[in-house]
């Protein structure tokens, strides 16, 4: 099993001397504000989680919680104030938004040199054309586990199930690029694909991201392969004191008698996205005082 807690705590660790370097050159911190609009729990517990790995890095942390029912001139102009904010670094807006705003313009109003999701098209952009700045945290987090566990993605076969723009584009991305972490002969599968499976058995790595648990099941994957799962889903559970658990986007119990290495849920993908934001927040605040 993949630990992912354990080695995004030592990344945390290290990061949180870097801070500490950082502090006393510059006499000042990297300052993220996290804006959370209305009140779903996942969302709550995630910017929770943020706002905990911060503070323990020493890295400064503001949530702004904003009405359910905002607008999306007041969200966007509060974005502008953000992004004219010289001691905001970096700045995310926790997703999903609620249906009646508009995601992709309200995240193309954040600055991308304080767009530390990396979900801005120009920092997308960036990405794709190998030269990039802010890298999404989940995919990165991703690459560096792949990484840390010496698991060579250069000429390996790895298949990845969701073509979102937060996980599976810029993972592709980023696994396929001409680099040490990268080199990979990646495939994206997604709802429409025919026949996922034919394309997982024959991969060396499957990372899963749709967000539907049983997604990749034991049947599909090859043994000896690596599973990295990245789907958090909310099951219903009385037997737990808040009334659910979470599972993954795959069959875990199943393909871990099969492949050589799984991500658990949680504690696999989860911890590493933490600890890339952190990253990110900090190379923000590096690039503002090189400016
Ligand atoms: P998303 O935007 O909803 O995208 C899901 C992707 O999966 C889409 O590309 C969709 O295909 C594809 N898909 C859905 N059902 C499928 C199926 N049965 N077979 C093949 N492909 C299928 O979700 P997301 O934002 O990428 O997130 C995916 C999961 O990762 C969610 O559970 C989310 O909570 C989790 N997540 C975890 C972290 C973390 O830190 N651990 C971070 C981000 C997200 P189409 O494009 O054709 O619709």
Redesign the pocket.
Known sequence: MIDGKKISISIQNSLKEEISKIKNIYNSIPKLVVVLVGNNP?SISYVKAKERACEKAGILCHVERLEENVSESELIKYINELNLDSETHGMIVQ?PLPKDLDEEKIIQSISPIKDVDGLTNENLGLLASGNSRFVP??PL?VQVLLNEINAKTEGSNIVI????????IPLALLLSSKSDLGNASVTI?????KN?KSHTIKADIVVV????PH?LTADMVRKDSIVID????RIEDNTKKNGYRLIG?SDFEEIYEIASKITP?PG???P???AMLLKNVTKAFLLNVKK
């Open positions: 996942a997703l945290a989940t987090g199930i969701g073509r979102s723009k937060l996980v599976g599968c997604h709802s429409k694909s996922i991201a749709t967000g539907f997604t990245v789907g958090v889903n986007d849920v696999g993908v989860g590493m996205t933490i």
